[in-house]
Structure formats: C-alpha cells, structure tokens
C-alpha cells in the first residue's frame, strides 16, 4: 500500500483542519519514513525479492518496532499525546494518532502475510492483495481519488503554489505507486532504504503545499 496511506491523510484535512498536510502525511506513513532508517541501523530487515506472489519486490522479513501492531499502537499513542502536551488539542492529535494506526490497517488488506502482532510473535498477518495487482491498484488510485476530493473540499488555492503544487504532487505520488508495482528490483537492500528516506521529501513538499491554500479557519 502507497497511495492509499497518502488518501487517508488528505481526507483528514477536513477532520483536522488546523493540522498541515504536512502532519498528516507524517501520522499517515510514519512506520513506512520511520522503516528506512531501522534498516540502515540494522535493526530491521528486508530482502530483495526479484519474483514476488504480487506486490514490491521486497520479504518483509523482519520489522516489528515499525511494523507490529504492538508497536504501532505505541507511535499511535505518541502522537496522540505530542499535539495535546504541545498545546492541549485534542482533536488533532486523535486524528494524527488515527493516522498512524490506518497505516497497518491498510498495510493489513494487501501485504502478503508478515506483520506481526507484536515483537517475536509467532505469526504473520497479512490478507494478500498484493496478488492481485489490478485491484490492489485500483483500490490505491480510488481512495486517493477520495481522499484528494475530500482535500479538495476543505481547502481552498490561495496562490499558485497552491495549486500546481498539489497537482504536481500528486503525479509524482502516482508515478511512485506505478514505479513500486510494477518497477524493476531493486539493486540492493541499501538502495531502498535511502529510497525509502526520500519520502522525508513527500511530507516537506505537502507541507508546502499545504501553506498555499486556506481552510477558511480563522486561526
Ligand atoms: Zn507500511
């Protein structure tokens, strides 16, 4: 799952209006921005699969501080708490933490089965619509297309930037998803892990983005 991570993040602009796409995006793919560095420290780890059953060319095999429920939990709790001790708001921080937690929800629905409930478990989850490459992408392309009219809705372009700066996130976003579905291997375990830290790029540009429309709030 790519886009649909992003999807859920632009549909909750209209549940947190105050909080940045920025945010949103981090809440929403943090396991997946948190995952490259825990490969580089070696903490976590991945194998190159040049033949998988559908899906990235990639084994999970190892990734339980970004990828268990049990952890997850944890970083959903964190960012609950970090918006509400910054300055008491509740609400963002909810929909932040909600973020979070849909990231292995929607993991869940199409990863082949390797994400663990907790660190050490025995088994491994996963409902497998990564066999199925034409509905795994037409899900992804669906709920982004969701998620970008609900965005859509609750903002408004205040400038250019504002406008061509979403469109052309967006492509790129979609060319990321064409690239990870049906792209070549990888050259090495490495390589996708600084892949993988490019996405830090991602968060900044929606964040820019973000600054270049209004919600009509008063803030
Ligand atoms: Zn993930």
């Excluded at 995006?25 to 490259?36: E, I, M, N, T, V």
């Excluded at 663990?116 to 066999?131: C, K």
Aim: aromatic share 12%; glycine share 10%; charged share 15%.
């Amino acid at each position: 799952m790519f886009l649909g991570h992003f999807a859920v993040a632009f549909a909750a602009k209209a549940a947190a209006p105050r909080a940045s796409l920025g945010s949103l995006f981090l809440g929403a793919q943090f396991l997946d921005l948190l995952w490259p560095t825990l490969l580089l420290l070696g903490w976590e780890e991945v194998r190159i699969n040049p033949s998988p059953a559908g899906g990235p060319p990639l084994d999970f095999v190892d990734y339980p501080i970004s990828h268990s429920l049990a952890g997850v939990l944890a970083w959903s709790l964190l960012f609950v708490m970090v918006p509400f001790l910054r300055d008491r708001k509740w609400r963002t921080g909810l929909v932040l933490g909600g973020l979070v937690l849909s990231h292995w929800l929607l993991d869940l629905v199409v990863h082949h089965p390797d994400l663990p409930l907790y660190p050490g478990a025995p088994d491994y989850l996963g409902l497998g619509l990564w066999a199925y490459p034409v509905s795994e992408n037409l899900l992804e392309f669906a709920l982004l297309a969701i998620g970008v009219l609900l965005y859509l809705r609750a903002t408004r372009a205040l400038d250019d930037s504002g406008r061509r700066g979403l469109w052309t996130l967006l492509g790129t976003l979609c060319l990321i998803q064409a690239g990870n579905s049906f792209g070549a291997p990888p050259p090495s375990t490495a390589a996708v892990a600084w892949v993988g830290q490019a996405q830090w790029l991602l968060v900044a540009w929606a964040w820019w983005v973000d600054r270049h429309r209004d919600t009509g709030l008063r803030l």
